[in-house]
C-alpha cells in the first residue's frame, strides 16, 4: 500500500482498495477518495510515480517529468484542503499531458527533433483550465513526430508500447495519453484529434476518449501550428481522455469555452440511435465488426432503441472533401510533402500518393469551395440528428496493429505501410471512420466494448449533434453502467 498519512486512513480502510485499484479508478472516484481524507494529493502523486517506475521502461508512455513542482503543489494542496479552503473540481489529481501542448516546467517537444530543446515560459490554454481547476501535471506522453501518425514513436523519446500488447501500437497521435490511462499512470490525460487522435488510441487501448465539437476547448499552445501561433487550425480539437465516461463529463466541464448544452436523455432507453457499420471505402475487419455487434446486440437487451440507416451524406463524398481539408492544412506550410507525394505517385498503386499531393497543393478558390461542400454536410446531418440522437460506428478498421516504426513518420512515409483487414493488406493512410465527425465539427465519443480481439481491446464510435457533446458522453455513461466499461491490461493490474 502506499504510506498513510497520519491521521487519514487506518487498517479498515486499507482492506478496501490496493495501490493498483486506486491507481485504475476513474477520476471521480479519486476525487471523491481525496475529499474524504482517505487518500491525500502527495500521496495519490507517489503511487502513479511509483508505477511509472516499475512499469514504463517497457511501455515507454511518459517521457518527461516535473517531479519537483508536482510535489510541491500536491502538498500545497493536502494543505489548502486540510484547511477547509476552496478547491477546484479536479484539486489534487495528478496529470499527464499528451506532449503536443506546451507545459512550463518540460519540454514541449511534438516529437521533433528541431523541438527537442524547446521550453515554453506559457502553458497552452487548455492546461491553463485544468491547472485553475486544481490538476497537478506531473509529466509527459509520448506522441508521433508531428502529431501525424497512428503510432507513437519519434527521433526525441522513442516507440511506445501497447500496455495490452507492447508487440502491438498503441495507436496516434495521443498515444501515449491513451497508454498512459489504460496502464494506470495518470488519473486522466489531454489529447488532441485532427485525424482520430483521441479517438484512434482510445480504441487501441481500451478507454474513453471525446473529440469535442470544433472550436469547444481551446486550442492555442499546441503544436502543430509551430510554437507561438495564436489560429486554431479546421477541424483540429483539443479533448480528455479517461477510464470513464463521467471522467469525461468533468473534464470536459472544465475544458469547454462556455457552458455545454444539456444531453437530450438520461436513459438509455429514451436515446434515438442509429448504427452503420459501412461500405465500400468505409471498410472494418470482420472480427472488429463481429465485436461490435455482438455488443450492440447487449445495448439493445438492455433496452436501447438502436436501427439501421444511412448515413445523411454521401460517404464517398463526405471522405473526400475531408481528405482535402486535411492534406491543404498539412500541405500549406510543407511544401515539400507534396513533393514527396508527386515523386512516389507512379509507384502506388492505390492512387492516394496522387490524390494528397494534389490536395496538398490546394487553391484559395478551391478551399472557399471546400467550405460551401462543408456548409451542405453540416446541414445534412442537422436534418440527420433532427430524426435520431445518435450514430453509433466503428472507431476504425482494425484493432491494435503490430508496430511498423520505419521511416520519420511524415505522411509520405507511411504511403506503402499495410494493415491487415480480413486476412488481406490494405492501406495504412485509411482516414475513413475518423473523418465522418471531423469534417462536419461533430462531437464523438469512443467507449471500450469489453470485447477483445486477439486479447485487444475494441472501442465503439458514438457520434453526436452538433454541440451536444454531453448527448454522446451521457449516452455513453448509460451503456458503461448497463454493459461495464475500462478493464485494466492484466499486465498491469
Known amino acids: 500500500m502506499a504510506a498513510m498519512p497520519p491521521g487519514k486512513r487506518g487498517p479498515e480502510w486499507e482492506t478496501e482498495m490496493s495501490d493498483a485499484e486506486i491507481a485504475f479508478a476513474p ?104 491547472r485553475q481547476a486544481g490538476a497537478n501535471v506531473f509529466g509527459k506522453t ?42 494506470g499512470f495518470t488519473a486522466f490525460e489531454l489529447g488532441s484529434d485532427i485525424g482520430g487522435s483521441i479517438r484512434i488510441p482510445s480504441h487501441f487501448c481500451g478507454v474513453f476518449g471525446h473529440k469535442p465539437t470544433y472550436g469547444a476547448v481551446p486550442l492555442r499552445g499546441h503544436i502543430p501550428p509551430p510554437p507561438g501561433m495564436l489560429s486554431q487550425p479546421e477541424l483540429g480539437v483539443a479533448g480528455p481522455i ?18 455545454l448544452m444539456p444531453a437530450r436523455h438520461a436513459r438509455l432507453e429514451d436515446f434515438r440511435v442509429g448504427v452503420w457499420m459501412g ?13 461490435l455487434e455482438s455488443y450492440i446486440a447487449d445495448l439493445r437487451h438492455a433496452g436501447a432503441r438502436i436501427e439501421e440507416v444511412a448515413l445523411p451524406v454521401d460517404p464517398r463524398e463526405s471522405y473526400e472533401i475531408y481528405l482535402q481539408v486535411l492534406f491543404a492544412i498539412v500541405g500549406a506550410p510543407a511544401p515539400q510533402e507534396a513533393e514527396a507525394f508527386e515523386w512516389l505517385a507512379d509507384q502506388d498503386d492505390t492512387g492516394i500518393a496522387a490524390r494528397l499531393a494534389r490536395y496538398m497543393r490546394t ?50 512515409d507511411q504511403l506503402f505501410r499495410r494493415v491487415t483487414i480480413d486476412g488481406g493488406p490494405a492501406p495504412y493512410l485509411d482516414f475513413t471512420w475518423q473523418s465522418l465527425a471531423l469534417v462536419a465539427n461533430l462531437p464523438a465519443t469512443v467507449m471500450p ?45
Open 27 to 130: 477520476a471521480t472516484e479519486q476525487l471523491r477518495l481525496l475529499d474524504r481524507g482517505e487518500i491525500g494529493a502527495a500521496e495519490l502523486l507517489e503511487l502513479y510515480l511509483a508505477r511509472i517506475d516499475r512499469f514504463n521502461p517497457v511501455y515507454n508512455l511518459v517521457v518527461a517529468f516535473d517531479r519537483d513542482r508536482a510535489r510541491a503543489d500536491a502538498a500545497e494542496l493536502d494543505r489548502r484542503r486540510k484547511q477547509g479552503k476552496a478547491m477546484g473540481p479536479l484539486a489534487g489529481l495528478p496529470i499527464t499531458i499528451k506532449d503536443s501542448f506546451e507545459v512550463t516546467g518540460m519540454p514541449a517537444t511534438c516529437g521533433l527533433e528541431a523541438l527537442r530543446d524547446h521550453r515554453p515560459d506559457k502553458d497552452a490554454d487548455a492546461v491553463t483550465l485544468l
Open 142 to 183: 509520448n506522441l508521433p513526430a508531428g502529431a501525424s501518425d497512428w503510432q507513437s514513436f519519434n527521433p526525441v523519446y522513442g516507440l511506445s508500447r501497447n500496455p495490452w500488447n507492447p508487440d502491438r501500437t498503441v495507436g496516434g497521435s495521443s498515444g501515449g495519453a491513451a497508454g498512459a490511462v489504460a496502464a
Open 242 to 259: 479517461a477510464r470513464s465516461a463521467g471522467d469525461l463529463e468533468l473534464l470536459l466541464g472544465v475544458l469547454a469555452d462556455k457552458p
Open 279 to 291: 461500405e465500400e471505402a468505409y471498410r472494418v475487419d470482420g472480427a472488429y465488426r463481429a465485436a
Open 363 to 412: 487553391s484559395l478558390g478551391e478551399w472557399f469551395a471546400l467550405a460551401e461542400r462543408r456548409e451542405h454536410l453540416f446541414q445534412a446531418w442537422r436534418r440527420f440528428f433532427g430524426a435520431y440522437d445518435l450514430l453509433i460506428c466503428p472507431a476504425v478498421p482494425v484493432v491494435a496493429f503490430p508496430h511498423m516504426a520505419e521511416g520519420s513518420g511524415v505522411h509520405s
Open 449 to 493: 466494448t469489453g470485447r477483445q480481439v486477439e486479447a485487444l481491446p475494441t472501442g465503439l464510435q458514438i457520434i453526436g449533434p452538433h454541440s451536444e457533446d454531453l448527448t454522446t458522453i451521457t449516452f455513453a455513461q448509460c451503456a458503461e453502467r448497463q454493459t461495464g466499461g475500462f478493464t485494466p491490461p492484466p499486465a498491469l493490474a
